[in-house]
């Protein structure tokens, strides 16, 4: 029970904190593609998750002798890397909306491409994704070894559940708060992607000045 309300805990706050990822689904659902949007949220964090369950399940014993004592230095590395990705590719899609119609971002399959890739590189570049792996995640699977896997599932399948049904949540509500405006709903795609560089700034500066 106690490794289900972390997980639910966890998921839930992970869900509802912004991220690049909200950003990005955000700006789908301001071209009315609700379907692209659950896919760019939900999409890259099950492939990204799922990949890291594996590596950590195979190789927890390596990866405890090499990295698990500096999540801190790998989270700021990666700081950069997902920093500026999300930065240019909020800048593209800003001169992007210059250049086009709503219709035509809407059906725009370089931009589909470039979105599904940066929320794929930006999950992967998250420092939240790594401290998660190292420090908590990684060590609850070495429970799990010694105790039975049955033990630990409950805070996986909590995490899972409660971190997607926040993330849409938290999508949804953002999204219907624009609607209530009509200038925001008409620029929510604008929004979205200013959101995104600036995030992309922030993450940039945290990792600058944190080292």
């Not at 470039?114 to 998660?132: C, D, H, K």
């Not at 399948?157 to 993330?167: E, I, P, T, W």
């Not at 929510?188 to 560089?197: E, G, M, Q, S």
Request: contains cysteine; glycine residues 10%; charged residues 15%.
């Amino acid at each position: 029970m106690e490794l289900f309300l972390l997980g639910a805990g966890m998921g839930v706050v992970g869900g509802l904190l912004p991220s690049p990822l909200h950003f990005l689904a955000l700006a789908q659902v301001g071209l009315g593609r609700w379907r692209r949007a659950v896919f760019v949220l939900c999409g890259p964090p099950i492939v990204v998750d799922g990949a890291l369950l594996v590596v950590t399940f195979f190789f927890y014993d390596f990866i405890l002798r090499k990295l698990a004592h500096e999540p801190g230095r790998i989270a700021h590395g990666v700081s950069y890397v997902g920093a500026t990705v999300t930065i240019l590719f909020g800048v593209y899609s800003l001169i992007e909306s210059k250049r086009k119609k709503r219709e035509e971002l809407a059906r725009s399959a370089p931009l589909t491409y470039a979105s599904v890739s940066v929320a794929m590189l930006g999950e992967v570049a998250a420092p939240g994704t790594w401290v998660y792996w190292l420090t908590i995640a990684g060590p609850i699977l070495a429970e799990g070894r010694a105790r039975g896997y049955g033990h630990v599932v409950p805070f996986f399948l909590a995490g899972l559940v409660f971190y997607y049904g926040a993330a849409l949540a938290s999508v949804w509500l953002l999204a219907w708060g624009a609607s209530l405006h009509r200038e925001f709903k008409s620029r929510l795609f604008t929004i979205a992607n200013v959101l995104l560089v600036l995030w992309g700034i922030f993450y940039i500066l945290r990792a600058r000045f944190a080292h």
